[in-house]
């Protein structure tokens, strides 16, 4: 399978925890985005890669977020201190031009 | 500010029927860029369709297609021939693009389509 990747596909943990997301883009692809969606909402951007650079960050992406791709291939997003108001599915994205998307299956996580 | 609007949040349409999903954007912004998106209930966001805002034809891909009204800043998704594997939600989206040459995208709330047979 040559699309996005996302791991894990669901994570449960406790409020104060700390979480970390794993995306794995279409190996061409030189742009990756996070976004968080919450139940009957649209997808809210969260911020996004140019190969390791990170171009955009939304106002969403408090203190406690912080998104890596260190050698421009996979990207993480780790949520430190987790508070239930976090609890969405966490969806990655990757494209090789501004035009067209290519979402993965998301991530879901509940903080009890 | 940079807006996107899906007043219909959900909708039926007889199989074999073409059904209209509207989108109204507000933007200030000369260039941009408009997506339709379908999620359907395993969760995976399946890109549609894309309209540049300079593009003057209508984009079409299959049986999709995207009626762009830059005056009146619509973007209404067309689906011809429906099929009961189009009962989705489906979500409009705006890209906007910066003078730095970075961008970032909004998604509207989004329809819910449900196909009849």
């Known amino acids: 399978d040559t699309g996005v990747s996302q791991n894990p596909r669901h994570k449960i943990t406790k409020r104060g925890q700390n979480v970390t997301f794993r995306c794995d883009p279409i190996?061409?692809?030189?742009?990756l985005y996070w976004y968080r969606q919450t139940l009957g909402q649209g997808p809210e951007f969260l911020t996004y890669f140019q190969n390791e650079a990170q171009l955009e960050k939304s106002r969403l992406l408090s203190d406690r977020f912080s998104a890596e791709r260190p050698k421009g291939s996979f990207s993480t997003l780790e949520i430190q201190r987790t508070e239930q108001g976090d609890s969405a599915m966490y969806l990655c994205a990757s494209s090789f031009n501004p035009d067209t998307q290519y979402f993965g299956p998301g991530t879901r996580l509940t903080v009890l | 500010a940079q807006k996107i609007t899906q007043t219909q949040p959900g909708m039926f349409v007889q199989e074999k029927e073409a059904v209209t999903l509207d989108c109204t954007y507000d933007?200030?912004?000369?260039?941009?860029?408009l997506f339709w998106y379908k999620q359907p209930s395993s969760g995976e966001m399946i890109f549609l369709i894309y309209?540049?805002?300079?593009?003057?034809q209508n984009a079409t891909e299959g049986r999709y297609s995207l009626n762009f009204q830059k005056a009146r800043k619509s973007a209404n998704l067309v689906i011809s021939a429906s099929q009961l594997g189009d009962s989705a939600m489906y979500f409009c989206?705006?890209?906007?693009?910066?003078?730095?040459?970075?961008?970032?995208?909004?998604f509207g709330t989004g329809t819910r389509l449900k196909v009849l047979a």
């Open positions: 309209q540049g805002s300079y593009d003057e």
């Open positions: 190996s061409e692809h030189n742009r």
């Open positions: 933007t200030s912004d000369q260039s941009y860029g």
């Open positions: 989206a705006m890209r906007e693009d910066y003078t730095s040459g970075t961008y970032k995208y909004i």
